[in-house]
């Protein structure tokens, strides 16, 4: 058995692709009343309307009722990931916690693998990461994913447990890279929504995804991460798809302030706060990185689309 906290889009994803290796998995959600939705209707109308919820998905609002020792996938955004490992950490005890959010926390700039290291010390702190959209996986395409775990056994573990007919698990022990390929890859996806959203064409998107891929090299490698890492599904893989796809809800925001659209506050976009925290925690670490800063000020309205372009264009030339 394994049970998936947070019914979003991608946890209810990961909970059908799991369950075609038969066994039980538990789908928790925290409103009673989504719970009820989905055993009613078995499907997730709220999050990911259309694909069925299979029989051997156990839904759930009772957090506490978890086997002991079974695997928990934590499915939640980015920044209230640390809030719900206060509220439930102790509760859940000692058993690996794999993250599956993307994104740096805002006011303690942690990546998730970090934060359930921090904040839920019995646990185990693995992260799930890597170019997927929920609706791919849970109408069954193909999809590659990587599992870090810095225990290289419970990895091992980990990864049988997670493969499925249609999503295959690579294994890392490097957390800090895959968790920080994750979350970059959101705000360059932002940038490149922008670019193309203001008519600039697709050179100019080749142009922010290579010197994007520069700043997350820059910051992740200064992090202790290693580079295969970023050159993998969990940091070239990941840009690839969310800076290329209006799947992508980063790239579609980014797109509706190229275009001077407005965007809904109600979706989950977590580029926008992981634009903010990089760029604070860059410049405590004196690293340069002009396109995340950029974005954050693009997300909080300091700067207008076009703007946000010229003042990454009027930068001093410099080598590659
Ligand atoms: N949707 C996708 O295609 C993919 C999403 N991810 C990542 O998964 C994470 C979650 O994203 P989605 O599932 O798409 O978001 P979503 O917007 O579909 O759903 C978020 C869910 O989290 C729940 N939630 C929020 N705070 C909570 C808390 N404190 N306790 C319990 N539940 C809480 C909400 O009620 C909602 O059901 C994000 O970090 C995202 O980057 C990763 C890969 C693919
Ligand atoms: O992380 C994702 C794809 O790997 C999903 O991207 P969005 O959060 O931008 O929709």
């Given at each position: ?7 979003g889009?991608?946890g ?6 799991l ?51 079974i ?47 921090r ?9 799930l990461?890597?170019p ?37 698990i690579?294994r ?13 890859k ?12 203001l ?23 200064k ?10 599904l ?25 275009r ?13 706060a ?7 925690w ?29 003042t990454?264009?009027?930068?001093p030339?410099?080598?590659?």
């Amino acid at each position: 058995m394994i049970a998936i906290l947070g019914s979003g889009a991608f946890g209810t994803a990961l909970a059908i692709s799991l369950a075609q290796n038969g066994g039980d998995i538990l789908l928790w959600a925290q409103d009673p009343d989504h719970v009820a939705e989905m055993r009613n209707t078995r499907q997730n109308t709220r999050r990911l309307p259309g694909p069925r919820l299979p029989d051997n998905i156990l839904l759930t609002d009772d957090i506490g009722a978890l086997p002991a020792d079974i695997p928990a996938l934590i499915s939640v955004p980015m920044q209230t990931l640390r809030g719900f490992l206060d509220d439930h950490g102790a509760t859940l005890g000692a058993r690996p916690f794999v993250a599956c959010c993307k994104g740096i926390d805002l006011e303690t700039h942690l990546g998730p693998a970090e934060t359930i290291a921090r904040h839920a010390p019995d646990a185990l702190p693995a992260i799930l990461t890597g170019p997927s959209f929920a609706t791919d996986i849970a109408t069954g395409l193909p999809t590659a994913l990587t599992l870090a775990c810095a225990d290289d056994d419970a990895g091992k573990t980990l990864q049988q447990s997670l493969t499925t007919p249609n999503l295959r698990i690579y294994r890392s022990t490097d957390t800090t890279g895959a968790e920080l390929g994750g979350a970059l890859k959101n705000v360059i996806a932002i940038a490149c929504g922008a670019s193309i959203g203001l008519g600039l064409g697709d050179s100019a998107r080749a142009a922010l995804m290579t010197r994007g891929f520069a700043e997350m090299q820059r910051l992740a490698l200064k992090r202790g991460a290693r580079p295969e890492t970023l050159m993998g599904l969990s940091g070239f893989g990941d840009l690839a798809l969310t800076c290329t796809s209006e799947l992508s809800r980063n790239y579609r925001h980014g797109l509706a302030l190229g275009r001077g659209e407005d965007v809904d506050p109600m979706i989950t976009v977590e580029g926008v706060a992981t634009a903010r925290a990089v760029t604070e925690w860059a410049a405590e670490l004196a690293i340069d990185m002009p396109i995340c800063a950029t974005v954050a000020d693009l997300c909080a309205g300091h700067l207008s689309a076009a703007e946000a372009l010229q003042t990454l264009l009027s930068r001093p030339l410099k080598e590659e």
